[in-house]
Every structure is written in C-alpha cells, then in structure tokens.
C-alpha cells in the first residue's frame, strides 16, 4: 500500500481534490436550479393543455346535401397529366346535374376550391351544396371545380407547394376553357394552404393573368406560418409577397377569414394579411359569431351560408350570361356587407340617401335616455318616428332596437316643419347602412348603432329619427335610447392594477360601477396584452343580459363576444388573437347593457395558464432555435473548457431578455435536458431493441438470414468508411433527408456499443484492488492519454442531439418522398441547400470523424470555441426577427458548417505552439 501511494502524483492528486470540489459546488448550484425548471415546465405544459382545450363549444350546424354528391374528373392536357399524376381537377354535382357535367356543359359561374394541406377535394362539398340550393331560386348558378392533392404536405414541403401552384394554374386555364369564351375569371376559394396557392397560381405560375380571378375567399390560410422548415418555402413566400400588390391592381378582391380561438393549427395572427381587402374572424362575421376550428370552418353552416349569399350579392345580373361584377365598388360592398357591417336582411341592399317621410306619420318625442316598446300599443296602421334631439348635452348616441325588422329604420334630419305642439322633419338622410347587428342571447333579431355626432357632415342636423312601420308591431318591439358623452363612458384599467389593495389581493379597486339608463360602456385594457377576465353582475336585477365585445385596434374584423346573463355570470377569460405582445395597439371591451339595470363590472388579467397559453400559441416555433442555440453554447463551453463559462451564461441571458426570449430559453433548456435524459433512457434500455430493428431491416432488404444480418451489421460498423459509402449511395435514387434520417439512427446505435463499452470498463473496476492489475490499468490509461468514456459518451451526447434536432426539416422531405415512392422513387424538388447539408451531417457522423476534442486548450480552440457562442448568439437574434420562423431552415446548414468545422478542429494535428 505504501509503494501505491508513493507512486501517487501530489500534484495530480491535488488538482483531483479541487476538480472534486469544484464538482460539488457546481452540483450544488444545479441541484438549485433544477425546482425552477421543474416549475417552468409544469407550467408550459399546463399553458399548452389550455390552449388545445381551452375555447367555446362548437356551436355551428352541419351543412348537409340533398342529394348525393358526386365528382367528374376533368382531364388537362396530356403533358401536364403525365407531369403531374398525383393531382386531379374534378366538378362537382348532385342529382341530375352531374349528366350535364359528365357531358362537360357547363353554363354557370365557374369556382375553384383548393384543399389545404393534406386535405381533400371532397372539402368543396359544404359550400357548393349550399350554392346549388340557393341557385333554384334564382336564374344563374355557379358551377363548382375542385382540385385534388392526394393529401400533399404543402404546409411542410416548398417543393409540393411549387408543384401544386403550378398545376392549379393550369387549372383555372382549362376550366376557362370549358366555357368558350363565355367566362373570363373565376372565383377561388382556398383552404388553409389552398389560399396561399390560390395567390401563388396567380402570381407565380407562368403565362398567368392575374385578372383570371375575380375574386379570392381564403379559410384558415397562413400568410405567416410558423414552420418554414426549406428554402424554397421561405422563397415561395418572399416572391409571393413581392408581386402581391398586382392583384389589388387588377382589382381582385381578397377576403381573409380566421378561425378563431378554436383553430389552433392557423391561429388568428396567422391569418391576418396585410393585402387584403378584408380581414375577419369567424367570430366577428355578422349572424355567425362562432369561433370554428381548422376543419370545421368548411362546414359551419353559419359561416357558409354568409360565404354563399356574398357571391350571389357580387353577381352582375345584367350581364349576359351573368357573371361576377367587374365593379370593384360593388364587390366590396357586397363583401362587406356580408363579412363586416350586416344591418338587416340576407342580401345586399342598396339604401337610398334621402328618404321622404310620410306625412301621416306619428311622432314621438323621445327623452335623452329612454327605453320605448309597444308593449301597452295598439296595432295601428300609421308609421311611428321616434325623435331624439341632438347635440344636446352629448357627443355620442347609442340606439339598441330589439325585433325592428324594416330595412330604412334609422335617419338624421333637420327638423323646421311644426306638427302641433313639435316640430317635425320631411325627409331625412338614410343611416341604416352605418348600423350592425348583435349577437342576442335570446336569438331575437337586434340591431344597434354608436352615432359619433361630430362625424356627421349633414348641415343644420337637430334629431335623429327610428322609424318604425306597422308590421314592426306585430311583435314585441324595445328600441333603447342612450345620449351621452364618450368621455363619461369609457374606463380604463391603466392605473387600477398599480393600486396598492390590488397588489394585496384585494379585488375591491378594479370594479367599475355603471349608471343606471346606460347602455353603452367602454373598457380600453392599455395593460392586458394578452388574456382578460371578466365578471359582470348586476346589482338590482334578478334577470339580466349583457353583451361584451372585445375589440383589437390592429384589426376590425377580430372581434369576440361573451353574453353574460343572471344564470352564467362568469367571469370569462377573454384572449388577445391578433394583438398579443404589441405593446402599442390597446383593446378596448365594448358593452352593451340592459338600461334598467346598474351592473358591477370586475376586469382582471388573465390566469398564469392563460398568459403562457397566448404565449405558446405565437410563439412556440421559437423553442427550435433555441435549442439548436443552446446546444451550440454548449458544445462551444466543452471545446474549450479553460474559457470563462460564467460571461457566457451572463450574455445569454442578457441577450435573451433583449429578445424577449427568456422564458422560451428557458424551456428550450428544459428541452434539451429531458431529450438528453430520454436518449440514456433508450441506449440504456432500447439498445438491443434498435439493433435487433437493424438486423431485420438488413435481413429483408437483402434477403439474409438474421444471423447473417447480424454479423453483417456487425462488419459493416467496423467498417465506417464502406457503410457511409452504402448511405450515400442511397440519395441520389432516393433523398437526402432520408440519408440523414439513417445516419441519426446509426449514431444512436453507436452511442448504445459506447455505452456497452463503458458497462464493460465499470465491471472490470473490482479487479483493479489487485496490484498486478492495477499497474496493468496504468500502463494502459497512459496508451490512451488518460481518456475518459464517460465524457466521451457525454460529448457525443451532445452531438448526438444537435444532429437529430437538426434533422427535424428531414421529417416532411422524407414523408412527401415514402407518399408519391410509387409515382417517382427520388425526390426531385428537395431543397439543395439543406440536401447538401443533411449529406455533410451524414458523412461526418457515419465515418465517426466528429470528435469535440476538449483535450486541448490552444489558441485554435479558443478561436472555435469563441465562433460558436458567437453563432449561437446570431441565432437567438434571430427569434427577435419580424418573421422568426423563416429563419428555421437555417439550422441544418449552420449545423453542417458548425460540424465540419469541428471536424476539422480534431482531425488536423495541434502543434505544440497551439
């Protein structure tokens, strides 16, 4: 035992002791950390459950068809059927009609719907049913095509979106063709990436007229998707947005329709196109109010009869054969009317400026504040004014009429003429068209109005004027008056959270009071950017309703709605859809109040949950930079150990509270650390298991024995150099993704033979209390230069897991490749960039050449070790970009580079001055 320990180095044993406590301390540091992440991610997972569960009932009614739909295949021109086998453009009908479509005569309104992604061109279904109904009351119908993808993944695939636009040009080509000459434009009707092809045909196909639309109706489309995971993608979006501006000039009109909360694929953000000529959610579209999700937004009956009554409003009747308006006005209107400002009816109607009164009519004098009915009224045979006067102590006039059916109901005029005791008008300006209807809790008809009376540009205006015929009687019938100054109405909650109660829990500063006879309130939320909550009470009515609107600035169309009654008086949590971490634009709660009733009205931010729920929903594409980020850091601290790793951490964290990144990184950490803890887990316990998968797959593919399959494995991974040539060989008929997919598995079964190897180093470690052996040990750890497994296995850990993250974009090129293998067996449209990437990744960790190399500590490592903290620095800049997740497609090939550098660092001997 004395021999042993002179032998020992003092110093060695020294620096062991340090190392030893210094290993303790830093455990002691982590072991600190490890609750707060713990807590972090308990409360990500509870914001994702609330956001995947979290919104309203599906109320929407199922469309459903007469008779049984059917669909015609229409053929295209030879080439461009050979060139494009997996897509088909078809017709539908029902009943009878489909023999005048099987004899291809068409004498309609031509209108192409385009499947989303991986979605069906049995979708059009809803939509023209609904259209054919409608069509036997009138004397033109629309004639419906459709396109079929073969359920491409266009939303991953910048090649399948190339393909698909392309073809759907030659679509609206041939079904013009159809018509000979009778037809110049079609309509089109895109779903989910459907829309974003519809722009794409018309824009980026060549020889293609953007004026072979007449207009453009887009579902659930992304205009900013959250994965861009090739470069052709990226572009595809980049090039469409540079010619976007040629539709508005060929005066196509585009509507944009969202979701809502319940579509958490297309989030409302994502909907929101800036070129548009309307933008609107589900949930804001007059007479739907409902919220749809990704699929149902097809179906909901609500929604498709408004899409349906829009294109017969845009229609010209006069034209022969009748077609789509080439007026732009008269589409907007139409549009509009239908998606916007609905004031009465189901169709469009043209209100006329002036309107005369009749002289015969009764007039009512009504009180600044004042609810009228007919409940004690006789059924009369005149027409009733109702008269308020203006400008009188007020700035604003609020008119809620509950069950007024006639379409010219609301006017403002100058009244001169004496009738009696009054002074009456003759004629008045028209209003009705500035009017909106409400949502009602009790499904009657109601409308309402906010006159702003500084915007009325009418000279020498004293009342407003509701008329009110008398088939208006014949039901129930409230109209509520509410005069008042905007000022007086409009509460705040900027200051309210700041109140010292409140800080203390108590909930007794934010209520807010109304007055009684009010019906209008406003509630701006400059401090609530992304989840609000409600609680509404009434403090002398046992029964009561209450309507609550929450407005975004940026968009008009994203309105939602809560009704709040005696029975279901919350409180309600409301989200931010398109306003949420934009500090500048302020929403604003809208109230519509029973004027009767005095109401408590308690606003609150939203729930932890909530907050992080809003917050995944934008901003979950994030976490992929951020953890290839991380994992640069890391793999940066472990090339050159000697580097101070605390400055690093501290500027990480710096940077990441400049972008706004923190808690994403965080997560992203969270990430790594369970994937890390996941893969020990499986080389741990699936090693065998993924071996065996190899052994089988081998066995088929070359029709060998298991045992021979296995030796052959065996060999094969003796051998790097003659198995990286097999995987190369494989891309070029096949697909790089597809080579990068191999390789991450093959890396995995190296670490699992490293792990066994490590198993084997710890069984012999009983024997080394024999001297023989132990000096055996020595001799032989000296031979290795000191090399440690364990840290080995933790290197190529980490480079294990920036491999595999970085073939996450491998995954959609690889399942277009195996989903069109019989129609081509290589995929000619992947992205060469990241091809060239995933081979450099492939060949690098196949031949076994990526070593981190933290043995030395020249100036050559410290040079790399500095350039990939400073790259991964660039990369969590790039989650602060306007559009982040364009940036995605990025990780490959800066992983490629990253790992070739690395390469080089190991594989080129150090010189001693290095």
Known sequence: MKADEDDRNPVWFERSQIHKMTSLKRIMIYGSLVPFFIMLTVLYVLGVARYVTDFEENTCEMTYMFEYPQYVRISLKNDIEEKYPRFGLYAYGEGFLTEKLRRMHFTGIPVLFIPGNAGSHE????????????????????????????????????????EQTVYVSHCIKAILALYNGKADNVVLIGHSMGGIVAKGALLLAPNMNVSSASMIINLASPYNPSLVLDSVFANYYYELEKHLHEIKDAGVKVVSIGGGPRDILVPAAQTFDHTADINVLSTS????????????????????????????????????????????????????????????????????????????????????????NNKNEVKKSSTIYLAVELFHKSD???????????????????????????????????????TRLLPDPLYRSRRTIDLDLKEIKYPHITHAIVRITPDDLEKYLTVSFDSYFYNNRIESTRNRFLHPKYLFGFRGPNLIETVKRSIRYYITLPNIIDAVTIELKSLNCLKYHAIVELLESSNVGSTQSRIFTNTDDGPKTMKMQTLYGRFNDVARLRMTLEPECVYTINIQPGGIVDKISCRIRDRWPLLYMAVISLLLLFISIRIHCDSDTLPTIVITIILSFVFNVTYETCIALCIIAISAIGVCFSVIFLGSVAHG???????????????????????????PFILTVLVLSLIPTTCGALGMLISVFLYFLKLTRMYEDYLEDI?????????????????????????????????????FLLCTFA???????????????????????????????????????????????????????????????FTSWVI????AAPRPSFYQWCMPPITAIVITLITLNSMIPHEQSD
């Open 123 to 162: 979708q059009v279904r809803s939509i023209a049913s609904v259209s054919l109904r409608k069509s036997r009351k009138t004397s033109f119908h629309f004639d419906f095509f459709t396109v079929s993808f073969s359920k491409d993944y266009s939303a991953l695939y910048g090649g399948v979106l190339m």
């Open 285 to 372: 579209v007059p007479t739907v109010w409902k919220s749809t999700d990704h699929l149902s937004i097809l179906w909901c009956k609500q929604l498709v009869f408004a899409i349906v009554r829009s294109l017969f409003d845009s229609v010209d009747y006069l034209a022969k054969p009748p077609k789509i308006t080439s007026s732009s006005d008269l589409k907007m209107k139409s549009l509009s009317y239908h998606f916007l400002q609905h004031t009465s009816g189901k169709k469009l109607y043209h209100y006329t400026e002036k309107v005369q009164f009749e002289a015969d009519g009764e007039w009512v004098r009504i009180p600044q504040q004042y609810v009228w």
């Open 396 to 434: 604003f006039l609020t008119i809620d009429a509950i069950n007024l059916q006639n379409k010219d109901w609301l006017f403002v005029c100058s009244a001169f003429k004496k009738q009696g005791q009054q002074k009456i008008c003759e004629w008045g300006w028209n209003l009705t068209n500035k």
């Open 693 to 719: 998968i190899a052994v089988r797959f081998i066995a088929r593919a070359i029709t060998f024995s298991i045992m021979w399959s296995d030796w052959l494995l065996s060999g094969l991974n003796q051998l």
């Open 763 to 799: 069984l012999v470690a009983p024997l080394q209390h024999f001297n023989w052996f132990k000096r055996l040990r020595r001799i032989k750890n000296k031979e290795e230069n000191d090399k440690n497994i364990s840290q080995e296995i933790y290197d190529h850990l980490i480079l």
């Open 807 to 869: 073939a996450i974009p491998a995954v959609p090129s690889v399942l277009v490749w195996a989903k069109n293998f019989s129609y081509d067996t290589s995929l000619s449209t992947e992205d060469r960039i990241l091809m060239t990437s995933w081979t450099i990744l492939a060949v690098c960790g196949m031949l076994g050449i990526v070593h981190i190399s933290s043995s030395h500590k020249g100036y050559r490592s410290l040079i790399l070790s500095n350039l990939l903290r």
């Open 876 to 879: 969590l800049s790039m989650t």
